[in-house]
């Protein structure tokens, strides 16, 4: 979890506590996900469940947020393909100078096309179906992120690039060894200056 996300989960945890002074974490925890994970090491997909859970206890009457809160794999997963797995394939696939999206919209359609048999990403299913390498179920949605991260690394290899150069030049926020350590850093001393 993000400092963020750790935040948020304890916020929710107190209100659930202050809702039903005898709920049990962990019961909630394998309530939400079928068994008991540490809060320290939830997924994203886990934290959005569990989140959930207890915003039911919160506030049940609020269907909205319980199912905002369930919808999140589906935006994450399709912000990670739309936004920034475009934007490396546009620099790949184009001139580092000239990133080509519309090459890369077509490579990403036409890789839905030959793996799930449409074009649209978007309504590719969140549901874990699907056995991967590592022997975990995948959805449709998490199977196409991974293969086009595979193609992705496929290509940068190609381009003698390295995850640094390439995320600079999509414009994205860089998230190499290097650059995560200098982040911590400067939350660091931002932290102990406070």
Request: aromatic share 6%; charged share 25%; proline share 3%.
């Amino acid at each position: 979890m993000t400092p963020k996300q750790r935040s948020y989960y304890w916020s929710l945890w107190s209100q659930v506590r202050s809702t039903w002074p005898d709920a049990d974490r962990h019961e909630l925890h394998v309530q939400a996900l079928g068994k008991d994970v540490s809060s320290s090491a939830l997924t994203n997909a886990q934290l959005d469940l569990v989140i959930a859970e207890f915003q039911a206890i919160i506030d049940p009457s609020n269907l909205e947020a319980q199912l905002r809160q369930l919808n999140q794999v589906r935006k994450r997963l399709t912000w990670k393909v739309a936004m920034e797995q475009t934007s490396l394939l546009a620099v790949l696939l184009g001139e580092p100078a000239r990133p080509d999206r519309q090459a890369a919209q077509a490579y990403i359609r036409a890789v839905c096309r030959d793996k799930f048999g449409t074009e649209d990403f978007a309504g590719l299913s969140v549901e874990h179906r699907v056995r991967g390498a590592s022997g975990h179920e995948k959805s449709d949605l998490e199977t196409l992120r991974d293969t086009l991260d595979s193609r992705i690394n496929g290509l940068r290899g190609e381009r003698d690039l390295t995850i640094h150069q390439l995320r600079t030049l999509a414009g994205l926020k860089c998230t190499c060894s290097q650059c995560a350590r200098r982040t911590r850093g400067r939350q660091q001393a931002l932290y102990h200056a406070a």
